[in-house]
């Protein structure tokens, strides 16, 4: 009777292919073949994986804006002072920053950028993910006011209520109509109008949330009157806009700084000065 040959490696290679298709998933996920459990794939990675030379982000038309004072200066020393100093950092790839100072016999200017690219430990976290947790923890401490309601207050019945801006005898009164929160009789010796555009702009110079500058954004305003931490110091004002695109968070600070007799600095210029800088620098991060 003949025999039939028996192969040793046949058996062998059969286990060893089914051993492989078994542990293969078809959507890229891998299963261990141990404990059959399926591992997911690693969170993508962050859009940004450098950052710019921050000393060179901000170009010198909006120094020369955001830095008056240099101008009066000889043109090496205002060259010196647009040149910025870079901030010590140990890892060019993950956070820099620049600051520029400008000294005047009336005060002077201060700006700084800083540049932090957010990358995630955790692989099942993206760094996307990650750079929102950090932007929001930020946002919540610069405790932001809570938005006004632009809806008409309505009276019980559920009728709006009525203006409070007519005079007694049911005309309307001298100052016309005005802004929410705002008195509807100027104080005296200022004019009918002045009251209106006065809380006008302040409500719309408070601290808030910005749209249209990256991912997310905000803008935060300080001021800082003369002695107000118990010495001698001058009054100042700093406006900050914080943003985030992608993983990567972006601050501006800018600091106005009188003579320590003088009134605090007014808000809308810093606040659109920096507004403007933050559409820039954001612009860099698109090309």
């Not at 982000?57 to 647009?82: C, I, N, R």
Request: with cysteine; proline share 9%.
């Amino acid at each position: 009777m003949q025999r039939k040959a028996y192969v040793p490696g046949l058996a062998l290679l059969v286990a060893l292919a089914s051993g492989c298709s078994a542990a293969s998933g078809t959507d890229g996920s891998t299963a261990d073949s141990k404990d059959g459990v399926t591992k997911a794939a690693p969170a993508p990675p962050g859009k940004y994986r450098t950052l710019p030379e921050p000393c060179h982000a901000v170009s010198k038309s909006a120094l020369k804006s955001m830095l008056p004072g240099a101008a009066t200066l000889a043109e090496a020393d205002a060259a010196k002072e647009y040149a910025g100093t870079a901030d010590l950092t140990y890892d060019t790839d993950r956070r820099v920053g620049c600051r520029w100072k400008d000294d005047t016999a009336d005060g002077g200017r201060r700006l700084s950028v800083d540049f932090e690219r957010v990358v995630s430990y955790d692989p099942a976290v993206s760094d996307d993910d990650t750079a929102t947790e950090l932007y929001g923890k930020k946002e919540t401490a610069a405790n932001l006011p809570a938005p006004r309601s632009s809806a008409p207050a309505a009276s019980p019945s559920g009728s709006p209520a009525p203006s409070t801006n007519a005079s007694p005898s049911g005309s309307p009164s001298a100052s016309g109509s005005t802004a929410p929160g705002t008195p509807s009789t100027p104080p005296s010796g200022a004019p009918a109008s002045a009251g209106a555009s006065a809380g006008t702009d302040a409500d719309e110079l408070q601290p808030r949330r910005l749209s249209g500058i990256g991912d997310a954004a905000f803008l935060n305003d300080v001021a800082s009157p003369a002695g107000a931490d118990g010495g001698t110091g001058p009054s100042g004002r700093t406006v900050s806009v914080v943003f985030r695109t992608s993983n990567v968070i972006v601050t501006i600070e800018y600091t106005a700084q009188s003579a320590a007799s003088a009134a605090v600095p007014d808000s809308k210029e810093l606040q659109e000065q920096a507004q403007a800088l933050a559409g820039k620098l954001v612009e860099q991060f698109s090309e």
